[in-house]
């Protein structure tokens, strides 16, 4: 096996954690990659992986060294592949991954006019609201809300997804607005369980000092449209995205609360697999989400 198909598969034989995976990749049998990663390791004189019957993970070595392997590896993709970067025409399958609420309420609807926009291109939308890794899955691109952790892959910005206080005017009607944050305390609130600090509400007061709550209620949900519902049907307060209220603010079915006071908003990410060498579609993708995301794109109707 040659030097660059050596790096190549010590690279997938890290992000797979498996030596019978990269193999399959690569059309050879799992010995021919063990021996493959074996024959490394004693042309370096180091252990580049910890072998165990739940798979291999790189030594401290390992890691520096497939470090230095992806730079490589993205520097012979950049040379193979810059016929194709450079060609105007955008096509090919365009895999993209984003949470459940934001999916359908707005990709949907962007993903339909960007097809529009470039027919040659085909679209598999995935839809989950647990982490997902890019390279295992095969995903060209993720839609991240919040804080993005260190990592190797790429990322642009979109915007922002601003937050809201909403309850049901039935519910208002019978325990009564609140006016300031501490009031909270006293109120039933419906819990998103997965942002926002769960159970501690963070708002901004009108005088800019920060106040953390402690809220209660009688539901919480790692569902956005779970949360939605219960506000809806006047169970309690909520928290939500803008995106996530709108229709129902527009109709009537629950209305903002405390809106003199700000709530945390989060930024809004697209993620892909390496920083350099973007393909082309992902390039295009990336800046239509861009320009539809601009200013309040939340109050829009999709």
């Known amino acids: 096996m040659d030097r660059v198909t050596g790096v190549q ?43 165990s019957t739940r798979g291999v993970t ?32 955008v096509g090919g399958t365009l895999r993209i991954s984003t949470s459940v609420a934001f999916g359908r309420r707005a990709m ?25 890794n890019l390279v295992e899955q095969g995903i060209d691109l993720a839609i991240r809300m919040g ?9 642009r910005y979109l915007g922002t997804n601003p937050w809201l206080m909403v ?12 006016r300031r944050a501490t009031e909270l305390a006293r ?20 005088a800019g000092d920060e106040k953390a709550v402690a809220v209660k209620g009688p539901m919480r949900s790692n569902n956005l449209s779970a949360v939605l519902a219960a506000a809806r049907d006047g169970m309690g307060l909520a928290m939500l995205p803008w995106y996530v209220a709108r229709e129902s603010l527009t109709d009537g079915t629950v209305q903002q609360v405390l809106a003199d006071h700000g709530v945390p908003a989060q930024d809004m990410h697209a993620v892909f697999p390496s920083p350099k060498l973007v393909p082309l579609k992902v390039q295009t993708f990336i800046a239509f989400l861009q320009k539809e995301l601009a ?7 999709p």
């Open 9 to 51: 598969l010590f690279i997938r034989v890290v992000e797979t954690g498996s030596f019978s995976k990269a193999a399959q990749e690569f059309g050879i049998t799992q010995p021919t990659a063990t021996k493959a990663v074996a024959a490394t390791e004693q042309r370096l004189g180091a252990r580049l992986l910890h072998r």
């Open 167 to 178: 309850a049901a005017p039935k519910y208002l009607k019978r325990h009564g607005t609140p």
């Open 58 to 89: 790189p030594t401290e070595v390992g890691a520096l060294y497939y470090d230095k392997c992806k730079l490589i590896a993205r520097e012979i993709d950049e040379a193979d592949n810059l016929a194709t970067l450079l060609q105007s025409r």
């Open 187 to 206: 109120h039933a609130c419906v819990i998103y369980s997965s942002v926002q600090g769960d159970d501690r509400w963070t708002l901004t007061t009108p």
């Open 108 to 132: 949907v609807p962007l993903v339909l006019r960007y097809m529009r926009e470039h027919p040659d291109v085909m679209v598999d939308l995935s839809f989950d609201d647990r982490y997902v």
């Open 147 to 155: 804080r993005l952790a260190d990592s190797t892959l790429g990322a």
């Open 295 to 301: 200013g309040e794109w939340w109050r829009r109707d």
